[in-house]
């Protein structure tokens, strides 16, 4: 996203973000530039494979990197995070802004209950009395969904469920009421229904709050659920963002359509293949000149020679396309047509989806 001279009223802006890591190895450079806002009320959807750098972005944006390079700018309402000392951090991480992510036990204490450790966190922010936050600790857990929290907040981690402690999670990050909830994966070790539950808890909870979210996924059907925009990484870097429908509907960088095309549709013979993007993701230790994509991209391979030229030489910085609010870092981009989308032919009911 182009930079901006405006005042900034988004509840989130990540402007050029970059993230490197130094290792014995080499510089690792995990995220490379990427620019995204969340504006409150909204969810963006940060989508990609496996090792795209999105879990390094939502640990920039909750100045949670210890011993890597971060540089660019991200701004909550307006005020500069880089830079900040670890105690003024510390003082936005959980009040203003909280982080729910897969893996709930490793966010929730062994040795105290789970009452206790939401109590905490608001005893932390506001310096309210025990009984005040215990009571506010049950309240949440009511409102999350938990059945019998007065009960349930004298309970240890291990005795809930897994759909169960992420819910605790949620009521843990939520109980400050910060303005900004980044989930990373927050479903992809449930089943589906359960899966289904969170997603609708989270969107009911951002309804009555107005809170900003930021969903982090590999999961494109996540996204089509819950996200209002869309940010596709690839690489360390933004390759699409759009509007959810735009996205679905009529995807512009080749690798926003793999993932499409990756997708299991309605009319698929039960036997039929998966189908998958042909070879692997760039290494973040070794960068390369071009496109990120280029090694894998068809539409490069079937481009003229001076088109792929480019590609491989020239990295593609995010423009604007025709057609809508969307950015597209890709030197050819693919012509609007509807996409069959996974119910073989209909548009992806985005709208309904959510
Ligand atoms: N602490 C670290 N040191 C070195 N490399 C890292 C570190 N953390 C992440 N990476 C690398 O950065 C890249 C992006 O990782 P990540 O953001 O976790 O991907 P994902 O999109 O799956 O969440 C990966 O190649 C990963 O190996
Ligand atoms: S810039 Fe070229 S290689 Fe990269 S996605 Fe676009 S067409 Fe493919
Ligand atoms: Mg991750």
Same mark, same amino acid.
Request: hydrophobic content about 35%.
């Given at each position: 996203?182009?930079?901006?001279?405006?005042?900034?009223?988004?509840?989130?802006?990540?402007?050029?973000?970059?993230? $490197?890591?130094? =290792?014995?190895?080499? =510089?690792?450079?995990?995220?490379?530039?990427?620019?995204f806002?969340v504006?409150?009320?909204?969810t963006l959807g940060l989508?990609?494979?496996?090792?795209?750098?999105? /879990?390094?972005?939502?640990?920039?944006?909750?100045?949670?990197?210890?011993?890597?390079?971060?540089?660019?700018?991200?701004?909550?309402?307006?005020?500069?995070?880089? &830079?900040?000392?670890?105690?003024?951090?510390?003082?936005?991480?959980?009040?203003?802004? $909280?982080?729910?992510?897969?893996?709930?036990?490793?966010?929730?204490?062994?040795?105290?209950?789970?009452?206790?450790?939401? *109590?905490?966190?608001?005893?932390?922010?506001?310096?309210?009395?025990?009984?005040?936050?215990?009571?506010?600790?049950?309240?949440?857990?009511?409102?999350?969904?938990?059945?019998?929290? &007065?009960?349930? $907040?004298?309970?240890?981690?291990?005795?809930? /469920? +897994?759909?169960?402690?992420?819910?605790?999670?949620?009521?843990?990050?939520? /109980?400050?009421?910060?303005?900004?909830?980044?989930?990373?994966?927050?479903?992809? *070790?449930?089943?589906?229904?359960?899966?289904?539950?969170?997603?609708?808890? !989270?969107? #009911?909870?951002?309804?009555?709050?107005?809170?900003?979210?930021l969903? !982090?996924?590999?999961?494109?059907?996540?996204?089509?659920?819950?996200?209002?925009e869309?940010l596709?990484?690839? +690489?360390?870097?933004?390759?699409?963002?759009?509007?959810?429908?735009?996205?679905?509907?009529?995807?512009?960088?080749?690798? =926003? #359509?793999?993932?499409?095309? /990756?997708?299991?549709?309605?009319?698929?013979?039960?036997?039929?293949?998966?189908?998958?993007?042909?070879?692997?993701?760039?290494?973040?230790?070794?960068?390369?000149? &071009?496109?990120?994509?280029?090694?894998?991209?068809?539409?490069?391979?079937?481009? =003229?020679?001076?088109?792929? $030229?480019?590609?491989?030489?020239?990295?593609?910085?995010?423009?604007?396309?025709?057609?809508?609010?969307?950015?597209?870092?890709?030197?050819?981009?693919?012509?609007?047509?509807?996409?069959?989308?996974?119910?073989?032919?209909?548009?992806?009911? *985005?709208?309904?989806?959510?």
């Open positions: 996203m182009p930079p901006t001279t405006e005042p900034d009223q988004s509840l989130l802006r990540v402007h050029d973000l970059r993230v $490197a890591f130094d =290792t014995p190895a080499g =510089t690792v450079q995990a995220v490379d530039g990427v620019s806002t504006e409150a009320g909204r989508v990609g494979e496996s090792g795209s750098g999105k /879990s390094v972005t939502s640990l920039a944006v909750m100045g949670l990197h210890r011993r890597a390079r971060v540089s660019g700018s991200i701004t909550l309402a307006g005020q500069e995070l880089l &830079g900040l000392t670890d105690r003024r951090f510390g003082r936005l991480r959980g009040r203003r802004m $909280a982080m729910v992510f897969q893996d709930p036990l490793s966010a929730l204490h062994p040795a105290y209950t789970v009452g206790e450790q939401i *109590a905490e966190a608001h005893r932390h922010h506001f310096g309210s009395g025990r009984r005040v936050a215990r009571r506010r600790a049950v309240e949440m857990l009511g409102e999350v969904g938990i059945p019998e929290p &007065g009960r349930r $907040a004298g309970e240890y981690a291990h005795q809930f /469920s +897994g759909g169960m402690r992420q819910r605790a999670m949620i009521a843990m990050a939520l /109980s400050c009421e910060p303005e900004l909830l980044v989930a990373d994966e927050p479903t992809t *070790a449930l089943d589906v229904t359960v899966q289904a539950q969170i997603l609708e808890l !989270i969107a #009911r909870l951002q309804q009555d709050r107005g809170l900003g979210v969903m !982090i996924t590999h999961d494109l059907g996540v996204v089509a659920r819950v996200a209002h869309v596709v990484m690839y +690489g360390g870097r933004g390759a699409e963002q759009a509007p959810v429908d735009e996205l679905f509907h009529s995807p512009a960088h080749p690798y =926003t #359509r793999g993932l499409l095309d /990756s997708l299991p549709r309605l009319d698929d013979p039960d036997d039929a293949p998966l189908r998958a993007i042909p070879g692997s993701p760039p290494s973040p230790a070794e960068p390369r000149a &071009g496109c990120p994509f280029e090694p894998r991209c068809p539409r490069a391979a079937a481009a =003229t020679v001076p088109e792929r $030229a480019r590609c491989a030489g020239e990295s593609p910085r995010p423009r604007g396309v025709p057609g809508g609010g969307r950015l597209v870092a890709c030197h050819l981009p693919l012509p609007a047509a509807p996409h069959p989308g996974p119910s073989g032919g209909a548009p992806v009911p *985005a709208e309904e989806a959510r």
